[in-house]
């Protein structure tokens, strides 16, 4: 078998790293080329890189993140109330097999959202399913659901996410489905699955947010029972820029 036969096959089988790879190797001079055994263990590095980096891009599409921010691009300090070892330390995403909350914080424009997305972007990168919702976008998709008879079916869904992203809690008034609908969620997540929720709102405001004492005890409680608390401070990074 020539070596154009041997990548034809290789693209046949979808091994497409491994074929990149090769074919790099057939354009090195001849005395510069691997062989044997170091050149069969290169392949299949190649094809493992590209494997785990076609896994990274499908979950970080399907994540829908409102922004495209890595773990690096966060600001640790200590005027934004973020140090790196507690950041570290959530980048290692044991809260998430933990099945644990993590509630961000902090006064408009502070980069809570840019926080949040960051935590999934890292989530994406270790191979953790993740799905962020923007509060509105939530609702709209939990209002359709039950008007198209999709509902129990969209919750079945939500809970198989390892971990979900909540955007911008606290904004908007929400009715009692809602809540009741935020419940369900939160309810098929407690201890299994993980939230990280941004809001305006400190998490101490939030019972007076949902201004229904018994669902707000629920909510709160399966919220806060096993939860990360990011407050950030300082000004606003939109005047900033």
């Not at 890595?70 to 980048?91: F, G, M, V, Y």
């Not at 972007?121 to 799905?131: D, E, H, S, V």
């Not at 079945?156 to 009692?176: A, C, R, S, T, Y």
Request: aromatic share 4%; glycine share 4%; proline share 2%.
């Amino acid at each position: 078998m020539n070596t154009t036969q041997s990548l034809e096959q290789m693209q046949n089988l979808k091994l497409n790293g491994m074929a990149a790879s090769y074919r790099c190797q057939l354009e090195l001079p001849v005395n510069q080329q691997l062989e044997g055994h170091e050149l069969l263990a290169h392949l299949l590095q190649a094809e493992q890189l590209h494997r785990t980096n076609e896994r990274m891009e499908s979950l970080l599409k399907a994540a829908r993140l409102r922004f495209n921010v890595t773990p690096q691009q966060i600001d640790c300090s200590p005027e934004r109330n973020l140090t790196k070892a507690t950041w570290s330390s959530l980048l290692e995403c044991n809260y998430i097999k933990a099945g644990e909350t993590v509630l961000i914080t902090g006064a408009t424009g502070v980069g809570k959202s840019a926080v949040g997305c960051a935590l999934g972007y890292q989530a994406c990168l270790m191979g953790i399913k993740t799905r962020y919702f923007n509060m509105n976008r939530l609702i709209e998709t939990i209002l359709m659901a039950k008007t198209e008879g999709s509902y129990v079916k969209l919750l079945n869904q939500l809970e198989k996410v390892p971990l979900i992203i909540l955007d911008d809690f606290g904004i908007q008034h929400i009715n009692k489905n809602i809540k009741l609908a935020l419940l369900q969620i939160m309810e098929d997540r407690y201890e299994k699955k993980s939230l990280v929720i941004t809001s305006q709102l400190p998490v101490s405001a939030w019972h007076d947010y949902l201004d229904e004492p018994t669902l707000a005890d629920a909510i709160l409680d399966r919220l806060t029972a096993r939860c990360h608390r990011i407050e950030l401070k300082g000004e606003s990074r939109r005047k900033k820029k």
